[in-house]
């Protein structure tokens, strides 16, 4: 039986994984650079590729990626009842935007919402897709897109039936990174959306 005390150990042990910065490791090792010192100031896997080059952001999306995924896999292994993964992926996107490894400084959650997607239902991911770029085709601006195509996910997730668990899990890291990209909704440039 799982208990609220191995809940809070998912979502602690969730964060410390999306806590690991490869944007920031992969920048210092491939380039020698801090990838925060430029471009948009975060350690994603695209700002990643402007300071360090595409190698490191490659990596650096892989990592980004394969944080979420493990998280996810260890909250269904520890609670095959479901609701492990809605609290290891709105805890892992969480560590990944708040690093506490990097003074709370880290990437925009895109990555880690895509693996989390592409783990709960491909198809989902594909229609989400496909969702983000109708709302950039309306709204003419990435981080408002991505903020709403966030949103949209859950919903899609409703739509096609998924369990409470799994939409559970899409709305807990929609939200995160709707509050990630507040800050950039009032941005009127449009920037290359993954980071």
């Given at each position: ?77 520890l ?56 709302w950039?085709?309306?709204l ?27 939409v ?5 890291a929609g ?21």
């Amino acid at each position: 039986m799982v208990t609220p005390f191995d809940y809070w150990g998912m979502g602690v042990f969730a964060y410390l994984l999306g806590s690991i910065p490869f944007g920031l490791l992969f920048g210092r090792l491939f380039k020698g650079v801090d990838v925060r010192q430029g471009g948009s100031g975060h350690s994603g896997a695209l700002n990643t590729y402007r300071m360090a080059g595409l190698a490191p952001a490659v990596v650096t999306l892989l990592g980004d990626m394969g944080k979420a995924w493990v998280a996810l896999r260890i909250g269904q292994m520890l609670d095959p009842s479901g609701w492990g993964i809605a609290v290891a992926a709105a805890l892992v996107v969480v560590g990944h935007c708040w690093p506490f490894t990097t003074e709370f400084r880290g990437g925009m959650g895109m990555a880690c919402g895509i693996a989390i997607l592409a783990y709960l239902a491909p198809p989902v991911l594909l229609l989400s897709l496909i969702a983000w770029g109708i709302w950039l085709a309306i709204l003419r601006h990435f981080p408002r897109a991505q903020a709403a195509a966030a949103l949209t996910a859950p919903a899609i997730l409703w739509a096609l039936g998924s369990s409470p668990q799994m939409v559970a899990a899409g709305l807990g890291a929609g939200a995160v990174l709707l509050v990630r990209h507040l800050r950039d909704l009032n941005r009127r440039t449009l920037t290359l959306g993954l980071r």
